[in-house]
């Protein structure tokens, strides 16, 4: 059975229900989801003008997937005062834009809760959000806030690395 390189004792894939995410260096309160980092390039495809039979295929644009990110309602207000950096209340756009790009770090656990990989997702700024899920006095549910952030890019922070006692 093959095993991971850097913890040689680790056998299986780590969980997806242990993570944490920073926005200005501070970790959002009640987060409950967090959609995939995805990336895909478009195919460019070449073809030689003295082989007709067959094209080439090259990698063009790469484009980074919006990330959705769902917390619970709470007192905390940082998806609210993000997503009002771009909507300005006053109508003045221009002055709602400083600062509404940032930087957000994802921290995935192991099991033992020791920090085991960590993203960081580059000039994000908030495109959708929800304040309140729709209200149903007959429901029992969990009232629940979103936002979608675009994104410009993530990358993998290589200095953190899977402690060996798990």
Not at 89 to 93: E, K, T
Not at 126 to 133: F, G
């Given at each position: 059975m093959a095993?991971?390189?850097?913890?040689?004792?680790?056998?299986?894939?780590?969980?997806?229900?242990?993570?944490?995410i920073k926005i200005d260096n501070q970790y959002v309160a009640g987060l409950s989801?967090?959609?995939a980092l995805r990336r895909t390039t478009e195919v460019t495809r070449w073809r030689e003008g003295g082989d007709p039979s067959a094209s080439r295929l090259l990698p063009g644009n790469s484009q980074f997937q919006p990330v959705t990110m769902e917390a619970?309602?709470?007192?905390?207000p940082t998806f609210e005062n993000w997503a009002n950096l771009v909507h300005n209340?006053?109508?003045?756009?221009a002055g709602s834009l400083k600062g509404f790009r940032k930087d957000i770090i994802i921290d995935v656990y192991n099991e033992a809760g020791q920090k085991a990989l960590s993203y960081t997702l580059f000039r994000c700024w908030?495109?959708?959000?929800?304040?309140?899920?729709e209200l149903d006095a007959s429901s029992?549910?969990?009232a629940i806030q979103h936002i979608?952030?675009?994104n410009e890019g993530w990358q993998r922070d290589p200095s953190v690395t899977e402690p060996t006692e798990v």
């Open positions: 095993r991971f390189t850097v913890n040689t004792h680790r056998f299986d894939p780590y969980r997806t229900f242990k993570f944490r989801k967090c959609s619970g309602v709470t007192h905390d209340f006053q109508g003045d756009a908030v495109s959708e959000y929800q304040a309140l899920p029992n549910a969990v979608i952030v675009q």
